[in-house]
């Protein structure tokens, strides 16, 4: 499954799920409450911004957001909403892709830096957020703890979501850190399931501070949600911010 074949313009077009889901106000509110907040009147740039559903509403707050896709398909979906001189996109991988300007801010939410399913490709995703930065600019990443104090002996899977017309699950391969998340939606009443599956290689969080300073970066700060919350070892995912060094 690559990413860019994944990422096609039928799952663009189901993607935004207004008011329910990762668009849920409880959701999607304080993650652009935060991230406005962070930017401190500068520039944003954001990595695999999708459709939008995040860079629409913290442009609506006055932020400048740029974007970086992979997915065709999911730009044109954002265009839908938000024009490119209001938000200009460059198509490419959040790797190693560079668009023009110094930000103050590049941002990486919802797990999306699982998507790229090496470990060179992910301390490369770091170094091209530093390339992107000016002194004392951050790098927030969001992403989830990998659940495999759930997976006894021989079980390979775990079931994270279940709710009338849908189940959510993972399967793991602890030795090459790759998970593929399976989402099942189905009617009642019917045979049928919709399936939608997506690759992802799991970072714990310290590997994931590694990778931060290879790229020059200190952790500045770690919550295990969005409003602040305390990051717990019961947490199940959390919001890192990282930060270059200021010019002395």
């Given at each position: 499954?690559?990413?860019?074949?994944?990422?096609?313009?039928?799952?663009?077009?189901?993607?935004?799920?207004?008011?329910?889901?990762?668009?849920?106000?409880?959701?999607?509110?304080?993650?652009?409450?935060r991230l406005a907040r962070l930017a401190g009147g500068?520039?944003?740039?954001?990595?695999?911004?999708?459709?939008?559903?995040?860079?629409?509403?913290?442009?609506?707050?006055?932020?400048?957001?740029?974007?970086?896709?992979?997915?065709?398909?999911?730009?044109?979906?954002?265009?839908?909403?938000?024009?490119?001189?209001?938000?200009?996109?460059?198509?490419?991988?959040?790797?190693?892709?560079?668009?023009?300007?110094?930000?103050?801010?590049?941002?990486?939410?919802?797990?999306?830096?699982?998507?790229?399913?090496?470990?060179?490709?992910?301390?490369?995703?770091?170094?091209?957020?530093?390339r992107h930065l000016g002194p004392g600019g951050r790098?927030?990443?969001?992403?989830?703890?990998?659940?495999?104090?759930?997976?006894?002996?021989?079980?390979?899977?775990?079931?994270?979501?279940?709710?009338?017309?849908?189940i959510g699950l993972d399967t793991y391969d602890i030795?090459?850190?790759?998970?593929?998340?399976?989402?099942?939606?189905?009617?009642?009443?019917?045979?049928?399931?919709?399936?939608?599956?997506?690759?992802?290689?799991?970072?714990?969080?310290?590997?994931?501070?590694?990778?931060?300073?290879?790229?020059?970066?200190?952790?500045?700060?770690?919550?295990?949600?969005?409003?602040?919350?305390?990051?717990?070892?019961?947490?199940?995912?959390?919001?890192?911010?990282?930060?270059?060094?200021?010019?002395?």
């Amino acid at each position: 499954m690559r990413q860019k074949e994944l990422w096609n313009a039928d799952v663009a077009r189901r993607y935004d799920t207004p008011g329910t889901g990762m668009f849920a106000p409880g959701v999607l509110g304080p993650t652009v409450e935060r991230l406005a907040r962070l930017a401190g009147g500068g520039a944003a740039l954001e990595f695999a911004i999708g459709t939008g559903r995040v860079a629409v509403p913290l442009a609506g707050r006055g932020v400048r957001v740029t974007g970086i896709e992979l997915s065709r398909p999911m730009v044109e979906q954002l265009r839908t909403k938000a024009d490119e001189s209001t938000i200009p996109v460059v198509i490419g991988d959040m790797a190693t892709t560079v668009v023009p300007g110094e930000y103050g801010l590049v941002y990486l939410v919802y797990n999306t830096i699982s998507n790229l399913l090496d470990q060179a490709d992910q301390v490369e995703c770091f170094r091209n957020a530093a390339r992107h930065l000016g002194p004392g600019g951050r790098f927030v990443v969001e992403l989830w703890v990998p659940e495999l104090r759930k997976l006894p002996p021989g079980q390979t899977a775990t079931v994270w979501r279940t709710e009338p017309g849908y189940i959510g699950l993972d399967t793991y391969d602890i030795l090459r850190q790759h998970v593929v998340s399976h989402h099942f939606r189905f009617d009642d009443g019917t045979e049928r399931a919709e399936l939608f599956r997506s690759p992802h290689r799991y970072i714990w969080p310290a590997e994931l501070d590694l990778m931060a300073r290879l790229a020059g970066f200190e952790l500045e700060s770690r919550h295990a949600d969005w409003d602040g919350a305390e990051f717990t070892a019961d947490s199940p995912s959390h919001v890192s911010v990282y930060r270059l060094p200021s010019d002395s």
